[in-house]
């Protein structure tokens, strides 16, 4: 996406905005739609399995889904390329100014969308406002709710609490919650970094839907170094944004061929 | 009914029956603040300001805090280290419930005091780094037995301390260079952010 920067107004100003700072590029020729980063992501991100009755409402909960579509009329159909949809850590976010209470602000440290857990009050107005559909709620305490434990000997166990990642908070019921962009592992890699003088360089951490991908048709970095991967990457021919009318400034490119 | 219920309480029995109960639930949210205020119970009275005041350094018993987020809890084979050398852990009856869980093979479970919520996420690496010490933000270690909370750590608690360090005119210092101020500018911007600590 190339921005023009003679723009002005307010246009102006997103235009200055484009740019971000961590960025993503997702291979839609090499995804074979085979649902690791899906996995990883719940496993990283301590999301909850919702169970078979909300996710009949259609309240389960991923921050990163794989989306396809059908082209032509039945029965001449044909399928598009697989489409992982995750957040795209909009540079001018339809979410942000919605929330009144401020739960999701943008960072500016980081330029990313931020949702604060704690601030959360669950007015769902952010998710109604997010073009890309990748917001979801927490309905119920889903790592608490009898339901889904299973019951040893009269106790009630939760066996996947023993693989909640500590470095991520688990959310209760009432909240909203969003991909980060793995926050947690931009945070752990910029400390170490940091420790050793130095800064962070490119490949040196990914996040954990980029790390799963067998096809490595997810890349996580700096999008405002051009040496970067991603940035050589995101500047090809080959790459589009969703949604770029609405001018959100997404820091997701997909890459597709035609 | 609500009418003579207004009435009753306007009566002299109603109104002292009113005052009792509002002293009553001030004084429960009293005592309820209070216990939070409270160091928690812990396995053995353990003396931080007999081993503090002997000259041992926090980060002997609590050495994640150079390196990570969480400083950690000594183990009993830390005690052990020392306290197997020291003629008066066999005699003092003070040490006897560490002898016994020593011998028994038991570790204590230590109660952390200094806790932030789990939707917190503190880092001691960065803090040490910047040159804070211990009893900057843990008090004095050499006045207390049971480790307590100097002041209550709240996010109003930390932001000042951010903001305040990453002032121009710090401990009355103002910088005149302008690439030290944009340094300053940056590391505001960072430590202001609620995504440093809030994911």
Redesign the interface.
Known sequence: MTVDLNLVGAKGAIAEAAQGKWGMTIDQDICTGCQACVAACAMENNLAFVGEEDAGYGRTQHWIRIERFWDGEYPHVQATPFQPMLCQQCGHAPCEPVCPVFAT?H????D?N??????CVGTRYCANNCPYQVRSFNWRDYHTVPELGNMVNGTLVFPLHNQLNP????RRRGVMEKC?FC??RI?KAQ?KA??EGREVEDGEFTTACAQACPASAITFGRVDHPESLVSQLAHQERGVKHLEELNTLPRVTYLKEG | MIRKFFEWVLSPMGRIAVVITVMSLFSLAAYGVYQTQQPPEQPIQFTHKLHVGLGIQCLYCHPGALRGPSPGLPTINKCWGCHQQIAKTQTSPLLKPMVDAMNAGVGFTWVPVAQVPDFVHFTHRPHVAAGLNCENCHGDMTKVTIAENPQVMNMGWCLNCHKSRTEDNFQNNPTSDAGVSAQLEKKRTKLTDCGTCHY
């Open positions: 602000p960072s500016p440290a980081e990313l931020l949702q604060v857990y704690n601030r470095d991520v908070t688990v980060t926050i947690q945070h400390d940091k420790s």
